[in-house]
């Protein structure tokens, strides 16, 4: 304090911030930040991928209670059609319905008829339109199971509505899936992966069943005696986020064609396209809606690949319950192998 004239003064060695040194600070303050973001995003992930992994452990176990209560895995998806087509009698059904009671989703599983198919004209043929309303409310909601948390959006923000026109004028709506049942493989992937293998049968685990439905083909049996080519070495069901928007690598794509496919991508836990995935490929950077040697993470298409958010790969459920990462980069002939379920190419993705 300056006696004389009763003001406070500041002593010689005390002294504020120069600019210079606030802009030294901020900038250590930056580079810290930028040293750390990379990490911290990197532990976000690993317990994203960590969560992903035990959401597929769940559905593996599922379906060995399954097997083990009926002595068969569910089915892929099942239609009944007594006339051929969309008339009295038709219904549906899929595996991601199926398993609900053996994860802890009965009380869900409880509030659907089964008798009864849950899309929107099923009414027109004679359904009892508050049964049709309440099971595809069942089908609409979100099971956090059945969500991976690395997938981008909000999972009630990604229930979408799905329409099987023209080729089955059908409608619904269905709550997002980031896994799907395996059912083969096919088209240039096949081509390019057995090559030099002639082989036996390409189809998977996971099967369709059901009667006198045009252009699907034979049903066929879902036993665990049937994978012949060894439960760890043989894949059930993949990751394939998106639901019904259809994504080319990490992009969204909205515009014609993709918006059409998203509407039968078969994205839902409760649509019945879940269950029947081909995957033939695309090519690495997809330009249009084309087969080709990539099967991971560059397309989520139904019938193209498998899918994820994860960097470098995609998570995978084995028959015997385990979960395998595998690399985006696979070798083809080797990813295919694991497909199979009864193709005699016995052969690890760990090799």
Not at 47 to 54: E, G, I, T, V
Not at 108 to 132: T, W
Request: hydrophobic share 40%.
């Amino acid at each position: 304090m300056d006696e004389r004239n009763g003001r406070k003064t500041r002593s010689a060695g005390s002294r504020g911030f120069t600019l210079v040194e606030l802009l030294v600070v901020i900038a250590i303050i930056g580079v810290l930040v930028g040293l750390l973001l990379p990490a911290v995003q990197a532990a976000r992930e690993a317990a994203r991928r960590m969560s992903c992994s035990n959401n597929m452990k769940q559905i593996g176990l599922a379906l060995h209670n399954y097997e083990s209560t009926h002595r068969t895995f569910p089915s892929s998806w099942i239609v009944t059609t007594p006339t051929g087509t969309i008339g009295p009698g038709l219904n549906m059904t899929v595996w991601g319905l199926m398993l609900l009671p053996f994860m802890e989703q009965q009380p869900l599983y409880d509030q659907y008829d089964s008798r009864v198919p849950a899309f929107n004209e099923a009414a027109g043929i004679g359904y009892p339109p508050a049964v049709v309303l309440q099971n595809i409310s069942v089908v609409s909601t979100v099971v956090p199971t059945y969500i991976c948390p690395s997938a981008p959006g909000g999972s009630e923000a990604r229930i979408y509505d799905w329409n099987y026109s023209p080729e089955f004028p059908i409608s619904g709506r269905a709550a997002p899936s980031d896994y799907c049942a395996v059912s083969g493989v096919r088209g240039a992937l096949a081509t390019i992966a057995f090559a030099n293998f002639s082989g036996g049968p390409r189809h998977g685990v996971l099967q369709y069943g059901g009667s006198n439905v045009p252009g699907v083909g034979t049903p066929r049996t879902s036993r665990m005696s049937d994978i012949l080519d060894g439960t760890s070495n043989t894949i059930v069901v993949g990751e394939r986020t998106g639901g019904g928007t259809i994504y080319v690598g990490r992009l969204q794509r909205t515009a014609e064609p993709y918006d059409l496919l998203g509407l039968g991508n078969g994205g839902g836990w409760g649509d019945n396209l879940n269950g029947e995935h081909w995957p033939a490929g695309s090519p690495r950077n997809e330009v249009a809606p084309l087969e080709g040697p990539c099967a991971i993470n560059c397309t989520n298409r139904r019938g193209a690949g498998f899918h994820s958010f994860h960097p470098g790969g995609a998570m995978f459920l084995m028959a015997d319950g385990s979960v395998q990462f595998v690399s985006e980069t696979v070798d083809a002939f080797r990813f295919a192998a694991a497909i199979t379920r009864a193709g005699g190419e016995a052969v690890s993705l760990n090799d």
